[in-house]
């Protein structure tokens, strides 16, 4: 079964300053792989998603993220945080075949100060 | 669009009671996922149903869990009788196609006393 490792359960990063939020996956294949974001009280968000092809995908609100293989990594980044980022993110792996359950890392709550 | 509509926001209930949560999908979604989130545990996938039907209820915690989907444009999740553990926020999630990415609806908080 695949899963979903977000080794860092908080990050506080000063505004303006970038930011690296680490996910790493197991499954045996590529998977699609997604990036979540949950601000306080709502739903989660899509930020970005890879499926294949270029492995440097653009997403919402300035954030990209990098697709791995040899490090089974897809971390998200960030060059400049503003204080409207504090959120916690999620990642989420989804096998490209076989069962449709997406699976969710345990998240990274992300502060950020002035 | 109006997003993955859920009702309600918040239900504080006493232990014992039934409860039933609500979901309207994104009109034209095939998929329907119900998810609980708790501190300890995380986002779980309770269920989900593609084109109405339950394909996968693994995830349900036990039998005082059910959910149905009467047509595609809603969803229901019941727990009865339930228990202060049951204590979580609830979400809907809905998607047009199988490699979609997945809508998330508000959330319900449910509170059991």
């Known amino acids: 079964a695949q899963s979903v490792t977000q080794p860092d359960i908080h990050i506080t990063v000063s505004e303006g300053a970038s930011l690296e939020l680490r996910c790493n996956y197991s499954?045996?294949?590529?998977?699609?792989l997604f990036w979540y974001v949950q601000s306080p009280g709502q739903g989660l968000q899509l930020l970005l998603k890879?499926?294949?092809?270029?492995?440097l995908v653009q997403g919402i609100k300035g954030f990209e993220a990098e697709f791995k293989r040899s490090q089974s990594s897809f971390n998200l980044r960030k060059p400049s945080v503003h204080w409207s980022d504090a959120a916690e993110y999620f990642c989420?792996?989804?096998?490209?075949?076989?069962?449709?359950?997406?699976?969710f890392g345990t998240g990274t709550r992300l502060t950020i100060i002035p | 669009d109006a997003g993955v509509i859920q009702s309600p926001r918040h239900e504080v209930t006493e232990m014992g009671q039934e409860v039933t949560l609500r979901c309207k999908p994104i009109?034209?979604?095939?998929?329907l996922f119900w998810y609980r989130q708790t501190m300890m545990r995380g986002l779980e996938l309770l269920i989900y149903?593609?084109?109405?039907?339950?394909?996968?209820d693994s995830g349900m915690p036990e039998d005082r869990f059910s959910a149905k989907m009467p047509n595609a444009s809603f969803s229901t999740l019941k727990i009865q009788p339930s228990e202060p553990r049951d204590s979580a926020v609830y979400f809907c999630?809905?998607?047009?196609?199988?490699?979609?990415?997945?809508?998330f609806g508000n959330g319900t908080r449910l509170t059991v006393t």
């Open positions: 999630a809905s998607k047009g196609s199988y490699n979609s990415p997945l809508h």
């Open positions: 499954y045996g294949a590529t998977p699609y």
């Open positions: 890879y499926f294949s092809g270029d492995t």
């Open positions: 989420a792996v989804f096998p490209n075949f076989g069962n449709e359950k997406l699976t």
């Open positions: 009109s034209g979604h095939d998929y």
């Open positions: 149903f593609n084109n109405n039907v339950p394909i996968d």
